[in-house]
């Protein structure tokens, strides 16, 4: 997490929990000539449009107070989506028995992607369930090698 997101979420998270939001993730990004502050939120239930708009202004009006961000960007507050990304680790608790996928920085097995169920986590490694050809197998992923991990659709 960038120095900017940590800033951001201090400001936003009392704003967040006195809507009663869940903080998913923060993502600071330029693409392009624009700047783009991103913002994922959930809710037991889900969020809708409505939701999304309310902590919007409620984000907008403590960001003008105490903006960490010097240069001018969008904000974009909205759901995680199905494919809501898994960093903390009561996220990754809560994918067990879930289908997730996973990149990796090296490479286990010959493949830096993974998809498959989430079956264990430990502090020091996840255990898929995946499937390869005809068999399923079960592979452990240390953390240290995960770059990236999200809940996943499988069809």
Not at 77 to 95: C, D, L, W
Request: charged share 35%; net charge negative; glycine share 4%.
């Amino acid at each position: 997490m960038s120095k900017i997101t940590e800033e951001v979420e201090t400001i936003i998270s009392p704003v967040l929990d006195e809507l009663n939001f869940e903080l998913v993730d923060i993502e600071y990004a330029k693409e392009g000539k624009d700047h783009f502050l991103r913002i994922s939120i959930d809710k037991e239930g889900g969020v809708d449009l409505n939701d999304c708009t309310l902590a919007s202004e409620k984000i907008s009006e403590v960001m003008d107070e105490k903006d960490p961000i010097s240069e001018m960007y969008y904000l974009d507050v909205a759901s995680p989506g199905a494919e809501r990304p898994i960093k903390k680790e009561k996220e990754y608790q809560n994918a067990i028995d879930k289908p997730v996928f996973v990149s990796l920085y090296a490479p286990i097995e010959g493949d830096k992607e993974w998809l498959g169920i989430l079956k264990e986590v430990t502090d020091d490694a996840i255990t898929m369930e995946v499937k390869e050809k005809a068999r399923t197998k079960n592979i452990e992923i240390p953390r240290n090698k995960i770059a990236k991990a999200r809940h996943a659709v499988m069809i």
